[in-house]
């Protein structure tokens, strides 16, 4: 069944929407689950709440791209459930998923500084855009998705050593970036 | 601003970048730069079907409820293997093929130049074989692909009226050690046919290679860079002479593995090339040691940055070794054409 087809199904209110949306997306919504929570049964309830978020959500939504409209719910769902569980432990891959990022939120000024984020959302599309395709694939692999870095290396068939160091120059790009534009 | 409100900012990315994700992920083959047989691929595949006795692995399309017991007498054997179709062609070396642009120490536009492509022989085979369950009982087809090279897994299960696709991607192995690189399983009722196709993607170099006569000239304006250290020889700096620094590529190849998306070497020939090294462990901190391992170990640095260090080296493939050398004492190198270098890195 096609996207529009599982669209259809839900403005029909037909609880076949949300079988037939888990057998397409359940394996990639599970992934992203999966990659910030590290736990079977966490991510099985995440991936229950993203189908009811999806199911509350559609109508009057009409996603252009299903997948991905599921894939941010799912993360977002996942990224709050962190949080929740490991107030005080640490899920060591998905740390350093937030600690690489943290390189580019460092302010040479040490001052939080408060920002817009709607502005910081289009700032960091624009960030993105003027990024080469492989650097910003590779970027949102590991800081959309989460993805590990022996993962991406092997989709992209390089060393491990090669992405770090190409997650290495974008988060540097990013920074200096973020200061240009006055976020940090 | 904290890390996680980046983390959540990043949630309203634009979806057309994350649509290149998905593309990316189904579509991507392997390749290699090894020579490859078609008898040695006939060979992997061929060897690597059969049957396990244990539970079939839930995939997108076998609900777990559904998979049966297994027996381990059962078995699903291969009826029929057909090599396809094979294609060769030559293509351009991509990586190298770029026009780029060229800065003096102001930030504007000074000179462009192209890259001359090196072809390199694609070889594509697509292998089918055909597997039957003639047991009275639902078996677990297992697909194992093995070996150094790096197939596009492309199984499904036909039954009468149906197909059901599913694709997956496989990763490369970068050495020439046999392993395991992915299980398929395929829940197979009796009577059943499953079909897999398997797509091989390699490259070959050319064979003839040029002469090797000489060094690449240097530019004038290049040998006028001089290049010093401080008393601990901790530092390297360049300054330049003359109007502008101009930097000149010569004949770019296709990468060895270790040092992908960089460039290949014939033997006794050098070029250029843009470089990074820097401590594995400490690159949070952006540390850069290039200048003292060119020092020591004779690399021959033209040019220097102090910024984050990346420089111009002239190099050959016995310079490679040394490179992999470095990249085992813990530092992380980047090679990259010299073209590769963005105007703010400039010293």
């Known amino acids: 069944m096609d996207d529009m ?26 992934s992203i689950a999966e990659n910030i929570l590290h736990n079977q049964q966490d991510s099985e309830e995440c991936l229950s709440d993203t189908w009811l978020r999806a199911w509350n959500a559609i109508p009057p939504n009409r996603p252009a791209r299903l997948k991905l409209f599921l894939g941010k719910i799912t993360r977002n769902l996942a990224f709050d459930r962190y949080r929740q569980k490991n107030a005080e432990k640490r899920n060591s891959s998905f740390e350093a998923v937030l600690d690489e990022l943290a390189e580019c939120v460092a302010s040479p000024e040490d001052v939080e500084k408060s920002f817009d984020a709607k502005a910081l959302r289009e700032g960091l599309n624009s960030f993105l855009k003027a990024l080469p395709q492989r650097e910003r694939q590779i970027f949102l692999k590991r800081y959309f998705y989460a993805q590990s870095v022996k993962e991406i290396a092997r989709e992209y068939q390089m060393t491990a050593n090669h992405c770090t160091v190409i997650l290495k120059r974008v988060r540097k790009k990013l920074q200096n970036y973020l200061e240009q534009e006055g976020f940090i | 601003m904290k890390k996680e409100e980046l983390f959540q900012a990043l949630h309203e990315v634009d979806e057309a970048f994350l649509d290149e994700n998905v593309t990316e992920i189904k579509h991507s083959t392997g390749w290699v730069t090894a020579v490859f047989s078609i008898a040695a691929c006939a060979a992997l595949t061929a060897g690597l079907i059969y049957f396990v006795p244990k539970p079939a692995r839930n995939t997108e399309s076998l609900p777990a409820e559904e998979i049966k017991v297994m027996h381990s007498e059962t078995t699903v054997t291969t009826v029929a293997e057909t090599v396809t179709a094979v294609s060769a062609d030559w293509n351009d070396n991509t990586s190298v093929n770029e026009e780029y642009q060229l800065y003096d120490n102001s930030p504007e536009i000074i000179t462009e130049t192209t890259v001359t492509s090196i072809p390199v022989l694609k070889t594509t085979t697509v292998m089918e074989n055909t597997h039957k369950n003639s047991e009275s009982e639902t078996s677990a087809l297992v697909v194992e692909t093995s070996g150094n090279l790096a197939p596009t897994h492309l199984p499904y299960v036909t039954t009468e009226n149906e197909t059901q696709p599913s694709p997956s991607v496989l990763p490369n192995i970068q050495d020439n050690e046999p392993r395991q690189i992915e299980t398929h399983y395929f829940e197979t009722k009796p009577e059943m046919t499953v079909k897999t196709t398997t797509t091989v993607t390699t490259t070959e170099l050319p064979k003839e290679t040029e002469p090797v006569t000489e060094t690449p000239e240097i530019p004038e ?42 460039l290949t070497y ?25 200048q003292i391992l060119t020092l020591n170990y004779g690399i021959d640095v033209r040019y220097c940055r102090i910024n984050d260090g990346r420089f111009l080296a002239l190099i050959t493939e016995d310079d490679l070794e040394t490179l992999r050398q470095i990249e085992n004492m813990g530092f992380l190198i980047d090679l990259a054409p010299a073209a590769d270098i963005e105007d703010n890195e400039f010293y």
Not at chain 1, 10 to 28: I, L, P
Request: proline content about 1%; charged content about 30%; aromatic content about 18%.
């Open chain 2, 221 to 262: 304006y290049i040998q006028n860079i001089m290049y010093e250290s401080d008393a601990d020889g901790g530092t390297v700096f360049a300054r330049e002479e003359g109007e502008h620094i101009e930097i000149a590529v010569e004949n770019g190849y296709y990468a060895e593995s270790k040092f992908a998306n960089a």
């Open chain 2, 266 to 290: 014939y033997p006794g020939k050098k070029y250029w090339v843009s470089m990074q090294v820097f401590y594995r462990d400490s690159d949070k901190e952006g540390a850069s040691i290039d």
């Open chain 1, 5 to 30: 087809q599982i669209i259809e199904l839900y403005f029909a209110r037909n609880q076949d929407a949300v079988k037939e949306t888990e057998k397409e997306y359940g394996a990639y919504c599970f």
